[in-house]
Every structure is written in structure tokens, then in C-alpha cells.
Nanobody, 123 residues
Framework: QVQLVESGGGLVQAGGSLRVSCAAS????????MGWFRQAPGKEREFLAA????????WYADSVKGRFYISRDNGKNTLFLQMNSLKPEDTAVYYC????????????????WGQGTQVTVSS
């Protein structure tokens, strides 16, 4: 059983930065592609970024490319998302997830999900 726990969300002004983290339980973390998603009220869950097991490959959504950076620490079973130049439209609940199979950008490829952490960007 895999458990994912996000943390680090909060309130930040537009233009600011925030780093959210995802602590994972279980031995499989270092062998799995991990991803970050977000969901704003009334909208579908949106892919943001994903990273391969040894961090050799990353994928980003066009909406966050150049502003958000995904990384991982396999020794600490932790996934990170550094978010820079935040905009009010980045306001959402942010989720981490573990890929079970399929394309890294597809929500349906992920099985285990965290409970989410709220990020609010004020204008």
C-alpha cells in the first residue's frame, strides 16, 4: 500500500514562489514515475509535471513550463514542486500521484493519490 502526503501549500502573493512536497511511504517510490496535478473549483484535475525514477526525464504542462520545476529525493521518498512567478490562476488544490502505467501526462495513468494541499495566489 502506498500513501502520499502533500504539504507546503499556503497563501502567496502573485509573483511569489512556493515549494510543495509529497512524502511517500513504501519501497516502490524510487522505481516509479511520480507526478503533480492540480484541481481548481469547478475544473477538471490538470496535469502539471512528472519525473522519471532517477530524475533523468521530466515532463511539464505548457501552462507551467519555465515556472514550475519538479524534483525528487529518492533517499527520503519525497517529491517536490518548486513554483515560481505564481499567478492567481495557479490557485488550486495540488496533488501528487504515482504512475501505474500509461502516458506520464494522462491523469488515468496514475493510481495512488495524496489528499492534496491548497495553494492560493492573491492578486
Amino acid at each position: 500500500q502506498v500513501q502520499l502526503v502533500e504539504s507546503g501549500g499556503g497563501l502567496v502573493q502573485a509573483g511569489g514562489s512556493l515549494r510543495v512536497s509529497c512524502a511517500a511511504s513504501g519501497r516502490a517510490f524510487s522505481t516509479k514515475i511520480m507526478g503533480w496535478f492540480r484541481q481548481a473549483p469547478g475544473k477538471e484535475r490538470e496535469f502539471l509535471a512528472a519525473i522519471s525514477p532517477i530524475a533523468g526525464t521530466t515532463w511539464y504542462a505548457d501552462s507551467v513550463k519555465g515556472r514550475f520545476y519538479i524534483s525528487r529525493d529518492n533517499g527520503k521518498n519525497t517529491l517536490f514542486l518548486q513554483m515560481n512567478s505564481l499567478k492567481p490562476e495557479d490557485t488550486a488544490v495540488y496533488y501528487c500521484a504515482q504512475l501505474i502505467g500509461g502516458p506520464a501526462r494522462a491523469t488515468s495513468s496514475y493510481d495512488y493519490w495524496g489528499q492534496g494541499t491548497q495553494v492560493t495566489v492573491s492578486s
